[in-house]
């Protein structure tokens, strides 16, 4: 068994966040591209690479929290239009508004 000091284990949980920041901003970056269906695919393997990087660690495992979301990526809507980023597919603004273990989405034009 290894036994860490609290200075080591606090060094260790940063390295931990940093390791997961890289592709949490890979993802940030990649939502803003231009829709196709190439662009889809870095996007879903960005979320593939940062669900890899957080397995396991409770501090980025937590239920998401009440309140409006605004729409960033959706894969569905992904290569509709060329011209737009997923997050304005409809021209307009999407959120998604969550209550407890419901959800709804709303479009304002």
């Known amino acids: 068994q290894r036994f860490v000091s609290p200075a080591q284990n606090q060094l260790l949980r ?3 966040t940093m390791k997961a920041q890289l592709p949490k901003d890979d993802l940030l ?4 591209l231009r829709q196709s269906p190439w662009n889809r695919l870095k996007v879903e393997e960005a979320i593939t690479r940062l669900s890899l990087a957080t397995e396991g660690k409770s501090q980025f495992r937590k239920p998401v929290k009440g309140g409006v979301w605004r ?3 959706s894969s569905p809507t ?3 239009n060329p011209f737009s980023t997923p997050d304005l597919v409809l021209l307009a603004k999407t959120f998604q508004v969550i209550k407890g273990t419901r959800g709804a989405n709303i479009v304002k034009w």
């Not at 970056?29 to 803003?32: F, G, I, P, R, S």
Request: proline residues 0%.
């Open 29 to 32: 970056d990649l939502v803003k």
């Open 78 to 80: 992904s290569a509709i």
């Open 14 to 16: 940063r390295k931990t």
């Open 71 to 73: 729409l960033l990526w």
